[in-house]
């Protein structure tokens, strides 16, 4: 099961707890971000876990459990990186930073899991299932986490606009990758099925000596929507004639 339109509100990460991964290119800063990262994904492990327990059905537990490796695999990923040889490999080069960010962190695990609890409990909400109660607080606890971990997504009101437009720079600027369906005879059950939405994380865009020329929107995860090509065709065209009224 794929997200609607309709899950957006839900799916939203804002307000994120902490503005940038990382505001300046110094060893001390480095290790600050691996003491938060390794942290709070520590937390969300034991939160995870504390979840599981109020879940009643075995085959569900097995599920979550088995989605966990992708934040189990993050804080390994988060406790291996080593600011010390990081920073005397490269003290010398900042804009290594900006370009390894992405990896270092491997937040994408997380995002994995969070998006398939969510899909989980939306089964579970429609079977009127006592364990959707559950799912639901450990979706929403990791979403909590990401926020501490600077993972933030546009607000709904700009992804439905952009989903509702995608040939637009809003669409390609946040991030959504479009694919259409053009065999009719195999259309999708729905006009337009979101995948995932975009998350992202923020960091300082370095010169090679550490100083910032400004901050950059990393991609945590692709984000990709399929639209059948009836839907696609009307939703551009009437982009097109909203803009020609202006």
């Not at 709070?40 to 504390?50: M, P, V, Y």
């Not at 809003?170 to 998350?199: C, M, Q, W």
Request: proline content about 2%; aromatic content about 10%; overall charge negative.
């Amino acid at each position: 099961m794929d997200f609607d339109i309709e899950d957006i509100d839900d799916l939203v990460i804002t307000y994120t707890k902490r503005g940038a991964i990382i505001n300046s290119y110094d060893l001390n800063s480095l290790k600050k971000m691996k003491k938060i990262n390794c942290e709070t994904i520590e937390d969300l492990s034991s939160n995870i876990q504390e979840g599981v327990g109020n879940v009643e059905d075995e085959n569900t537990r097995r599920r979550v459990l088995n989605w966990m490796r992708g934040v189990e695999k993050t804080l390994k990923k988060n406790e291996e990186f080593d600011p010390e040889e990081f920073f005397n490999k490269n003290k010398n080069n900042a804009v290594a930073f900006s370009q390894q960010c992405r990896s270092i962190c491997g937040f994408d695990g997380i995002i994995q899991f969070m998006l398939n609890v969510f899909r989980n409990f939306k089964i579970c909400e429609a079977k009127c299932n006592r364990d959707s109660n559950a799912l639901y607080k450990i979706f929403d606890s990791t979403k909590k986490a990401c926020r501490l971990l600077g993972i933030f997504s546009a607000d709904a009101r700009t992804l439905y606009e952009a989903y509702m437009d995608p040939e637009s720079d809003l669409a390609h600027n946040i991030g959504i990758e479009s694919e259409v369906n053009y065999e009719k005879e195999d259309y999708f059950e729905k006009d337009i099925t979101i995948r995932e939405i975009p998350y992202n994380i923020r960091i300082p865009d370095f010169r090679a000596n550490g100083e910032i020329m400004n901050y950059i929107t990393l991609p945590v995860n692709e984000a990709v929507c399929y639209y059948n090509l009836d839907k696609y065709e009307e939703l551009v065209e009437q982009a097109k004639c909203k803009q020609e009224e202006r």
